[in-house]
Antibody, heavy 127, light 106 residues
């Protein structure tokens, strides 16, 4: 059974750095066909894609948040870590991690989709 | 960056109705389009990928179509458990943007 579980602080102060951990089970972070994504959702608002990482260590980031985000993985611990610097109250949100799966498409490309999600962890930014 | 725009933002329908949600990309994304369902207080759930491929276990009343810039998600006969917000997401390139969501009320 594939599961992902997010963990991290419930409350952070403005300007602090947030560190979130996604613990995965039921699949390996060394699997070439999968990765892990981070997504957030402010209260009452839409989903926002943040970043993803693949087994090759290839990483991608949100354009608007790129300067503040770092994603990394520890394959031996089956964990993916997301750090976000200089936290602000507008960063208050539920943060999700999800398994990113790929299947072959045409012309040597792949379809990517997030097929298993964690339950999310709520982070509030307040002094 | 590719922008994703959904319409309508919300809709109200009755059980048994046919419901259609539209998603438009700011540039062509071929069929690199996913749909997710998010029920209140829950994590999103994958409904469909590659624009029209139903994820395992998803009821067949859900269907998807489209390519290029225009896509649709259709619920052929709305059920009470379909109360949710639906999001499209492009996977053509990064950042893999989501649409703003369509809230379906019954």
């Amino acid at each position: 059974q594939v599961t992902l579980k997010e963990s991290g602080p419930v409350l952070v102060k403005p300007t602090e750095t947030l560190t979130l951990t996604c613990a995965v089970s039921g699949f390996s972070l060394s699997n070439a066909k999968v990765g892990v994504s981070w997504i957030r959702q402010p209260p009452g608002k839409a989903l926002e894609w943040l970043a993803h990482i693949f087994s090759s260590d290839e990483k991608s980031y949100s354009t608007s948040l790129k300067s503040r985000l770092t994603i990394s993985k520890d394959t031996s611990k089956s964990q993916v870590v997301l750090t976000m610097t200089n936290m602000d109250p507008v960063d208050t949100a539920t943060y999700y991690c999800a398994r990113l799966t790929s299947v072959p498409a045409q012309y040597y490309s792949y379809y990517f989709y997030m097929d298993v999600w964690g339950k999310g962890t709520t982070v509030t930014v307040s002094s | 960056d590719i922008q994703m725009t959904q319409s309508p933002s919300s809709l109200s329908a009755s059980v048994g109705d046919r419901v259609t949600i539209t998603c438009r990309a700011s540039q062509s994304i071929s069929t690199y389009l996913n749909w997710y369902q998010q029920k209140p207080g829950k994590a999103p759930k994958l409904l469909m990928y590659a624009a029209s491929t139903l994820q395992s276990g998803v009821p067949s009343r859900f269907s998807g179509s489209g390519s290029g810039t225009d896509f649709t998600l259709t619920i052929s006969s709305l059920q009470p458990e379909d109360l949710a917000t639906y999001y499209c997401q492009q996977s053509y390139n990064t950042p893999q943007a989501f649409g703003q969501g369509t809230k379906v009320e019954i």
